[in-house]
């Protein structure tokens, strides 16, 4: 059999490297759809929706490490996929509780700032809420 080529992924927050991978096969979820990437796909940038990026474990079988971004972008060339997150959670790492007090907090936020006329206010929340229900989403697949 001949050898598959590999790409390598690395995740980047304010914390640091939080995330590397060799795969055959990686799925990012950008503002403007579903992009899925091979080795020696041409280069690219695009921005990352508060999503999951789905990284292919191995060639043989057909499992994916699932890790939840909190938006960001991504940059691809020469095989190297670098993710630059704002957070970013391995599925296995998510603490689900949290995320559901994160929802609360958020949805009560949103609350408020709605009946206040506040859309600075209501945006944040907005994004706060979408980051908690990302990260119970992917904790619960
Ligand atoms: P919270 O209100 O629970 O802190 P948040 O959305 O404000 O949630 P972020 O600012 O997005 O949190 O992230 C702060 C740090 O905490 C990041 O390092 C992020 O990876 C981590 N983090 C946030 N929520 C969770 C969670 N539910 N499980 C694991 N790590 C989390």
């Keep these: 059999m001949t050898d598959q080529k590999m790409l390598t992924v690395n995740v980047v927050t304010p914390d640091g490297s939080v995330y590397e991978k060799q795969t055959p096969f990686v799925i990012f979820k950008t503002t403007l759809g579903e992009l899925g990437v091979l080795p020696d796909h041409i280069p690219f940038l695009a921005s990352l929706a508060i999503d999951e990026v789905r990284v292919k474990q191995s060639k043989t079988d057909d499992k994916f490490d699932e890790i939840a971004v909190g938006g960001g972008f ?22 689900a509780a949290r995320a559901a007090r994160a929802r609360k907090r958020a949805e009560e936020r949103l609350e408020k700032a709605k009946q206040a006329h506040d859309t600075d ?21």
């Design 74 to 95: 991504v940059e691809f060339s020469n095989n190297l996929a670098t993710v630059v997150a704002n957070s970013a959670e391995r599925k296995e790492n998510i603490d």
């Design 121 to 141: 206010q209501v945006k944040r929340a907005e994004v706060s809420l979408r980051r908690a229900i990302n990260r119970l989403n992917i904790a619960g697949h």
